[in-house]
């Protein structure tokens, strides 16, 4: 985590993931990032390219995956 | 996994946590399910209460979270 | 429907229309992808041009657009 | 279609299904609604209470399922 | 607004922002736009390529950015 | 904002909107929350009531509406 611009907020979003990027993969306009969580768990994460250069995403950056609750399906 | 009308089909999200529910809370038309996926991360996911029943969802199934990559937000 | 490593699995999403896929458009990230479920009803799904080539989407393919119940918004 | 304060617009959103209400139940804050959109297909949509209200939803009301084809999953 | 094939409907979607496009940028599947609010606030809509070039959005459009209520994540 | 466990860190989500609370509706399940980003801008944002009660959203607190990019439709 780093302070670039970051504000000390709180935020609704229940699903906050930890974990360290593997892969950065840029697109014209997006752009697919994979996030470690726990091994061997990998979450895909799809946003803008513009976004991605924004933060400065790399591989090994320690990042947090960020999921609202509404947005997640419930596979039995 | 059970097999209750299920289907034999892979599907395009690219997250798919597999967990077991520690809590189910129904309102009236959502419910709020709790998963715990690997010490300490749980998921929040909200249903509706209708998929909730159909699911047959209660404290210790194990279920797969599924969430599609444009749904997830990266902080860092 | 095929059974490439999918598993028998109910999902929570309310919607999931099946219908025939009549074009596969990729990009460097992600893809666009028309079905048809009746005539004249097309659905247009974007999804990562990873999962197209995981699953192998092609056109007059059997497949399944699944979509969360929050997701749809109403015009009256 | 009516035009209580409608605008004359397009919307982005490439999947506009017309259909017609079959069920709306209200919880407290949001509220399930059923569409019919062509037999056997049934799109369940959940939205808010407010919105439920403002429109004016009943059952037998002819509307339009709105879904950005970014909130499609595919499955085969 | 224009009314080329628009129809009259309100849709449920609660936020509706009214703005003037400043920016388009395409890619190959999606497209990046940036609609100014109100100063200093600009909104950043991905949608698809097809979105943008049928609506043939392009720099001082005045448009619409409309937000379902469920995708709001709050931060305090 | 304030620091009760908030974490600095820049996410990935565009838009971020400043805003007041004007009214938070607590369901049993969900919480209806409108904020005024700008006269006559009121956002309304549909969050778990659980993250409602975690965050103390009340009244007149200063907060930040959050929204990826890809949940934004466009009306022209």
Redesign the interface.
Known sequence: ?????????????????NGKITSV?????????K?E??EP?V??????K???E????TEG????????????????
Chains 1, 2, 3, 4, 5, 6 share one sequence.
């Open positions: 985590m780093n302070n670039n611009g970051g504000e000390i907020m709180d935020i609704s979003a229940r699903n906050q993931l993969e840029l697109g014209a306009v997006m752009a697919n990032i996030i969580i726990t768990n979450i895909t994460a799809v946003i803008t513009e976004s991605a924004k933060l400065g995403l950056d320690d990042v947090c995956a960020i999921i609202k609750s509404t947005e997640v399906i419930i596979g039995k």
